[in-house]
Structures are given as C-alpha cells and as structure tokens.
C-alpha cells in the first residue's frame, strides 16, 4: 500500500488546514488509518487514528479542533484541523495498520506516507 499526503501549508494561529491522505491500493476499507506528526527536533507522535468500523482517537492536545474521517470509496483518510497553534507545527504522516482497530503505536503501523509540512505562524 502506498500513502500520499497532502494539504499542508503555511497558516495563521487559529486558522485551519484540511489533510488528506489518498491510499494507491489495498484493501483500504479493513485498515485503521493513523496520523502522526514529527516536529523539529522531536520525535514522532501519534495525532489520530480512525478505526475500519470508524471509531475515532485523538491525541488530548488535539481534541476539539482536529477531526479525522474517511472515505472508503475513494480510499481517502482526512484530518480537519481548526484553531490551529504555533505548536502544531510539524511535518504530518499518515499510516495504516492492517488490524483495523485504533491504536496509537508507531511501531504498530505497516505503512507510511512521505509527510506534508504544516506551519503555523503566531
């Protein structure tokens, strides 16, 4: 399976971004799909997950302005993010994980996208 994604930019603090990651092949429907950040010097953290039956998780410092869905359809996961902060800067990766259930373990994760760059300027 093979992950882009895309979306990122540069945004004002309290301003919003829409991710989205599109998946190449696969049984897409049966994955949970995660997101993940790294920023500068840091290491990776879990963001979001989406489980197959579309159970949600979010990291706490997220809840309430950042959304994940999905669209099996179009083999699609996105991550709506609002009120966005200084401290959300960071590249963005989108994962699956074949068991389809939401955990939040990098390590749990069977594939990965490239990333996108999400800057936000106070």
């Known amino acids: 399976v093979q992950l882009q994604a895309s979306g990122g930019g540069l945004v004002q603090a309290g301003g919003s971004l829409r991710l989205s990651c599109a998946a190449s092949?696969?049984?897409?429907?049966?994955?949970?799909m995660g997101w993940f950040r790294q920023a500068p010097g840091k290491e990776r953290e879990f963001v979001s997950a989406i489980s197959r039956s579309g159970g949600t998780l979010y990291y706490d410092s997220v809840k309430g302005r950042f959304t994940i869905s999905r669209d099996n359809a179009k083999k699609m996961v996105y991550l709506q993010m609002n009120s966005l902060k200084p401290e959300d800067t960071a590249v963005y990766y989108c994962?699956?994980?074949?068991?389809?259930?939401?955990?939040?373990?990098?390590?749990?994760?069977?594939?990965w996208g490239q990333g996108t760059q999400v800057t936000v300027s106070s």
């Open positions: 092949e696969g049984t897409f429907s049966s994955y949970a």
């Open positions: 994962a699956a994980d074949r068991s389809g259930m939401v955990v939040t373990s990098i390590t749990a994760y069977d594939y």
